[in-house]
């Protein structure tokens, strides 16, 4: 390697020491340097540009919105879509409608989640290995392919056009995911602590409660969060079980939002409705950041 | 007069194990119990029942009429619905354009994002962030971002010059799939690429001096080392992606509605279900595309296993 530079250098080592030089000034550093930040910017512009450009629309005005040539910033930057669709009462409906499905469906998954991580993760008995790939084979099922049968089930329980409908299907979902990721959370705990309980007298329950539930709560909260997420973004089951305006999800009120009036499509509002969904998520999932990507790659690179 | 075994310290404590042992089993299927009651009853009774319905002709609203048993008729349906053929045939696409490009471009922003620079946590923040936004509400930015009239994307197109006019990016047949695929594509990719990252972070980092020490050029790293330790991670990101893909429904349902042109197979089979109300014709559907998927899964595994011996 130094033969080759050698021979090069030699004819011209003016050159050569010159060129070194400018590299190593600060202006040659930044020069080195540009394509990588070129790089970085533009995976920068390429994640955001949509969110920004829905937050552009939702802060433009009608009359800003819907000229030719696109403005790129919103120069009378005003809440009135805002206003509109939070004054919408579907749009309100749809908001404690996802609220209260995503809560319960969570909660849910998380009390079975856990008593059944704490099985998988902390005992050993035969079929344990059985119940876990079932679980995690469960995690690829395609919803799709029971929807006829839940259709009808759903039906025959009185439950369709019900939020309770959504609450018992998205299980499907966010359950066997739950188990999962919570069972890697408890197999990581060290014993110690748990054997000194049962030294102490405590039953595997009192052990659970009190010693290994406050120690994975970190793990409780990432997959609670990423369990909400999924149930808050369903989109096919709310669409194929749900009729009546005031009984819809954010999914389906934002797909259906038309405005008052009907003529043109009301992208302002609509776009002020994506950023009033996806603020919350994204605020949750920034402040989470370091345990949702630890959360996620337990989920699937230990796969 | 004869003795009475007397139980050795080791029989004790073999059977007091067992005993104890016993007990914990009990204890551990009592714990799981709930679980495996909630998926047993949402996922394979549900399963059960619609392989049972794709020899029916259950309608939705089956008052009217008693469901009959009908035997494979179903199933020759299906092999002769060229609108379902058309559906796999779009589903196939989607997957291969769209896992394709996030898979390469997913590795270009993870080998970026790995290296050491200022600002990185703030990366990763901003990659987390299309993954986020719900799946149904980034197809609605899009779409408006397409818009024929007042949308950036013919706006941007033509200040750069690479359109003469606008196009009418989602009505238009031949880019249609092309817009939708682009959705897809910003929203997985940020998700593969992370994927891929924490992959790369558990790449000891002696390997790469020991490689530049034996004068490795940086391209002879990435094919030496890098790629076969990511394999793993790799394989897995792929899978997911692939499964996912070939269930997609959200976008493709904001996008088009269930215009046949554009159907996916899940978009067929919810319509055939819910709009048509064909339950025994939509199970059929569903057996099909579990059968489509189950093969990809096979392919997949497979491939693990011979990577893994």
Redesign the interface.
Known sequence: MSTVAERAARPQPYELSRLRRLARSPWGRFLRKLPFWLLIAIIFVYALFPFYWAIRSAFTPDSDLFVTPVKYFPSHPTLTNFREVLSTKDFQHALINSTIVATSVTVISLAIGALAGYAIGRFRFRGRAAVLYLMLSMTIFPQIAILGALYTMITRFHLYDSLGALILSYMIFTLPFTVWVLTSFMRGLPGDLEEAAYVDGATPLQVFYKVLLPLIAPGLVTTGLLAFIAAWNEYLYALSFIQTPQKYTVTLAITTFQGKSGFQQPWGEIMAATVIVTLPLIVATLVLQRRILAGLTAGAVKG | MSVAPVPTRAVVKRRRRSRL?RK??T???I??L???A??AF??F??????IY?SFTD?Q?L?GLQPTKWIGLRNYKDLIHDTDFRNSIWVTVKFTLITVSFEFVLGMI?AL??N?N?K?R?V????????????????A???K??Y?D????VN??GR?LHLLHHSVAWISQPNTALGSVCAVDI?KTT??VA??LL??LQVIPGELYEAARVD?ASPLQQFYRITLPLLR??IL??L??RT?DA??V??VF??FFGNRASTQT??IY??NT??GVGD??Y??AI??G??II?GLF?VIYTTVMRVEEE
């Open positions: 042992q914990q089993t204890l551990a299927w714990l799981l709930p679980a495996l909630v998926v949402v996922a009774y549900p399963l059960g029942k619609t319905y259950q939705f089956s922003i970026v994002v290296s620079f600002g946590g990366m990763r923040g901003v990659m987390l962030v299309p993954w986020a936004i719900p799946t149904v509400v980034a609605q930015m899009w408006w971002m818009d009239v007042f949308g950036v706006d941007g200040r910003w940020p998700f992370l994927l924490a992959g004068g793993p991670a897995v990101a899978i997911f499964l070939l269930r429904f959200d349902n904001v197979m899940a089979d919810q279900i819910v339950v025994g939509g199970s569903s057996v595309i579990f998927i899964v």
